[in-house]
Nanobody
Framework: QVQLVESGGGLVQFGGSLRLSCAAS????????IGWFRQAPGKEREGVSC????????YYADSVKGRFTISRDNAKNTVYLQMDSLKPEDSAVYFC??????????????????????WGQGTQVTVSS
């Protein structure tokens, strides 16, 4: 049963933009915080941005703050990651994930990989210089 599906990746030039989409099942969208992670070759998977399910507060890694925007569309059960001013170092496979709603402090999303139990298949983003 596929519960998270990413789309929107691709090849873009330095300074360009992409918008990633994460379509979630209704159960996940209504009950779990959603985060975006990325993993470049040879590197650890890192948190990029996340959004709380209850209050809609958003959080960003320092490396993307001011350039990326996370948002959600309740009518479509979809979370978006708008990526502007892209740099070659943003190149990675991007994953959306849904966190464990029973963990401590689950009212706030996190950048800890271990807090997330459902993952999408990933979408490749490549930024050329």
């Amino acid at each position: 049963q596929v519960q998270l599906v990413e789309s929107g990746g691709g090849l873009v030039q330095f300074g360009g933009s992409l918008r990633l989409s994460c379509a979630a099942s209704l159960r996940i969208y209504n009950n779990q915080n959603i985060g975006w992670f990325r993993q470049a070759p040879g590197k650890e998977r890192e948190g990029v941005s996340c959004i709380n399910k209850n209050d809609g507060n958003t959080y960003y890694a320092d490396s993307v703050k001011g350039r990326f925007t996370i948002s959600r569309d309740n009518a479509k059960n979809t979370v978006y990651l708008q990526m502007d001013s892209l740099k070659p170092e943003d190149s990675a496979v991007y994953f959306c994930a849904a966190d464990n709603p029973y963990r401590p402090f689950a009212d706030r999303c996190s950048f800890l990989r271990g807090d997330y139990g459902h993952w999408g298949q990933g979408t490749q983003v490549t930024v050329s210089s």
